[in-house]
């Protein structure tokens, strides 16, 4: 998927995000009203703690056994009727999507929100084919209208304020009136989407867990656009990623519980739906048919590592984002990948190459907030740091190779590497460095490239008359 | 097709055997929920001040009156009509001592057709769904509803109104412990839902807004 196109570059669009200040005031915004809320879930640091253990363990043990649990998701799922299909790819996993809709000549399509169906670019892909997936979420569908991506996996227009939402709402929206009362914008939404879940063919949705034990479908949502995506068409279409399985029923409740605090602070959303099968024998309403998409890409190469691979542990909850001191200045936008945030950027360089998207790995101050913050205890510090690793020194042959390892090296890097190492380790050198750097410390021009990055903001640094090694020795220290 | 559907299954199973499987990890102490539990007498006003708090409103009845309760919310709302599910205990009550069509008296509509059938109507002439629950959680606030034949899927759902009966004896601690004690795992129904409010987002500015899609307003009819 990556040679053709050139690699995106993140410190463009970051400094472009930079300099807009209405972007960066609604995420600073935003960011804190989520770090506050999610601190008041987790007050009571035995709990946090107890419960944090629990998920961990809960999605170790879902990793452990994880081909065995696919398959006893597929049993399950099949005795209740729900038809599975496994798509190694994202162009497999759009090409049974659209065989599904084709079998049911739908072309009116209702989606709730689904970050696999993102990393599918499904909606480009459904319209190239004359159908019209509509997405219901209230953020997916303000965003959709402004052919944007998500900014945030939990809030998707989150980078938008109501007067931004108010302008596109009277554009796109022939019978809006223009309005900036958030339960008036609310309304228009309501009114335009009612239509469109009252018309669909067939709708389309994510999976948050899916149990093994009994083949169910659970979808998180406040909104009820996800229940009427799954209920009122005829057909369902789940897509999940291969990882979003866990074991037992009994394990849905810890998970769900740590998502719901982490993602935006709420002790339990407005709707939890759990499907287990299309529309039973005597009943009134729900889906003739429910099809349970299994998505690969990429992930099963992750798997293949067992650092790496607790990057699949991951619930999507978005704290660490929301926590992420570069994601609150950059914005979602500026990574330009599915994920953004300190889970993008361990996730996407391992699906894209460590060599295409080597720059997201460096858009980190390895504060360590995301790891603190992780519901299921996922070390992302040291995985961005493993990764840079890789990037630079990885061999791209093998099993549990990482994508293009190896390929993020870059030639003025290694050579200040070199140099610094040198100095480091030949003392003669490192003293004629000293003596040069102290003699000559007024020589320094502020105009310097590199230096000049510093000097612009700042006023230049000059270093001592004489190097520590020296006033060490006039002060009689005896040199080891 | 099946042949390239059952390549995709076997090279994706294939490539996970084949990776080293994560170390296992400790194992999962669900004490943490255990001892999560309420005296019998705070789990209703717990599960009622959670619910409150996300704009859900509550009525307190007891096992003779709820269905007045329900008739009298509905005039005192002027909601017309009321959809339900005539077949339960519940349907059957509320079809006994339902006011029969005086000028101004809200109507009783049966839930007994496929969708299919009565769409329309249920979108657009609706103005409030009746449910039972199977209990409800203190800890987050939350109703559990098992929909079925006798109670189908939608009737929480499209009409903008949802009026659900719980009693306060099937209140549980936590999700959790309503799983266990209700062995879900060797009996789930094709949906089983959680409702803790109305409808709501909060996708523009962080600012929440009611009634989205789902209704705009839970009433829990309590049974004490």
């Not at chain 1, 002790?267 to 309403?285: C, H, L, Q, V, W």
């Not at chain 1, 840079?388 to 990482?402: F, K, N």
Request: with cysteine; glycine share 8%.
């Amino acid at each position: 998927m990556s040679a053709e196109t050139p690699a995106p570059e993140f410190r463009p669009a970051a400094s472009r995000a930079l300099r807009d200040p209405e972007l960066r005031a609604n995420f600073r915004r935003a960011m804190d009203g989520l770090i506050l809320k999610r601190g008041e879930q987790f007050a009571d640091p035995v709990e946090w703690n107890d419960l944090r253990n629990l998920g961990a363990a809960i999605r170790g043990r879902t990793l452990a056994k994880l081909p065995e649990l696919l398959e006893r998701l597929e049993a399950a799922c099949t005795r209740n009727g729900i038809r599975v299909h496994w798509a190694r790819d994202a162009e497999e996993g759009n090409a049974i999507v659209l065989g599904i809709l084709r079998e049911h000549g739908a072309t009116r399509v209702v989606k709730s929100k689904s970050m696999v169906s993102e990393e599918m670019h499904l909606n480009e892909y459904l319209e190239e084919q004359g159908i019209d997936p509509l997405e219901s979420d209230l953020g997916e569908y303000i965003i959709q209208l402004d052919h944007e991506t998500p900014s945030h996996i939990i809030a998707p227009a989150i980078h938008m304020n109501r007067r931004q939402i108010a302008r596109l709402f009277g554009k796109k929206i022939r019978e809006a009136r223009y309005t900036e009362d958030i339960d008036e914008l609310t309304a228009i939404a309501r009114r335009v989407l009612r239509k469109k879940f009252f018309e669909a063919d067939a709708g389309i949705s994510g999976v948050n867990f899916a149990v093994a034990e009994t083949g169910t479908l659970c979808l998180v949502e406040n909104e009820g656009n996800g229940r009427m995506s799954t209920h009122v068409p005829s057909v369902h279409i789940a897509l999940m990623g291969l990882e979003k399985v866990v074991e037992n029923l009994e394990d849905v409740p810890p998970l769900y519980s740590l998502l719901t605090r982490s993602a935006t602070g709420q002790p339990i959303t407005t709707y939890f739906n759990m499907i287990s099968g299309p529309r039973g024998a005597e009943e009134k309403d729900g889906p003739a048919e429910v099809h349970l998409v299994i998505l690969d890409n990429g992930r099963s190469r992750i798997f293949e590592d067992e650092a790496l691979a607790q990057t699949l542990k991951c619930i999507r909850c978005g704290a660490c984002m929301n926590h992420c001191p570069v994601y609150t200045r950059v914005g979602g936008h500026a990574y330009q990948s599915v994920y953004p945030g300190p889970i993008g950027k361990i996730l996407t360089p391992q699906m894209e190459g460590v060599g295409r998207r080597h720059d997201l790995l460096e858009a980190s101050s390895l504060c360590g907030a995301c790891g603190e913050v992780c519901p299921v205890g996922i070390r992302i510090p040291e995985l961005i740091v493993r990764l840079r690793r890789e990037a630079i020194e990885g061999r791209p042959d093998g099993p549990g190779s990482v994508a293009e390892a190896g390929r993020g090296r870059h030639a003025l890097e290694s050579a200040a590497w070199t140099i610094w190492e040198a100095a480091l380790t030949d003392s003669g050198l490192y003293r004629a460095l000293g003596f040069a750097a102290t003699r000559l410390r007024r020589l320094l021009p502020p105009w310097l490239p590199v230096l000049s990055r510093w000097t612009s903001v700042r006023s230049t640094p000059v270093p001592g008359r004489r190097t520590l090694h020296e006033l060490a020795r006039e002060a009689g220290v005896p040199d080891e | 097709m099946s042949d390239r559907v059952g390549t995709a299954r076997a090279t994706i199973l294939g490539r996970l055997r084949a990776a080293r499987p994560p170390a296992t990890s400790p194992p999962s102490d669900f004490d943490v929920l255990a001892r999560r539990v309420f005296p019998p007498g705070e789990r209703y006003p717990r599960l009622r001040r959670k619910m409150e708090t996300v704009h859900a409103e509550f009525v307190e009845t007891t096992e003779a009156e709820w269905p007045s309760a329900v008739i009298e919310f509905l005039r005192a709302e002027r909601l017309g009509t009321l959809l339900y599910g005539p077949s339960t205990p519940a349907g059957r009550r509320l079809a006994q001592v339902w006011p029969s069509g005086a000028e101004g008296d809200p109507r009783l509509v049966p839930y007994d057709r496929p969708v299919e059938t009565m769409k329309a109507d249920l979108f657009d002439r609706m103005d409030a769904g009746f449910t039972t629950t199977r209990g409800g959680i203190a800890d987050t606030g939350g109703l559990i509803l098992w929909p079925s034949p006798e109670e189908p899927r939608l009737l929480s759902l499209v009409p903008p109104v949802h009026i659900a009966l719980l009693r306060e004896a099937e209140i549980y601690d936590t999700f959790w412990q309503a799983v266990r004690v209700q062995k879900w795992a060797s009996a789930m129904p094709p949906n089983a839902l959680l409702i803790s409010g109305p409808s709501k987002t909060a996708d523009i500015e962080q600012t929440l807004s009611y009634g989205v899609h789902g209704p705009n307003r839970l009433l829990v009819i309590v049974v004490r």
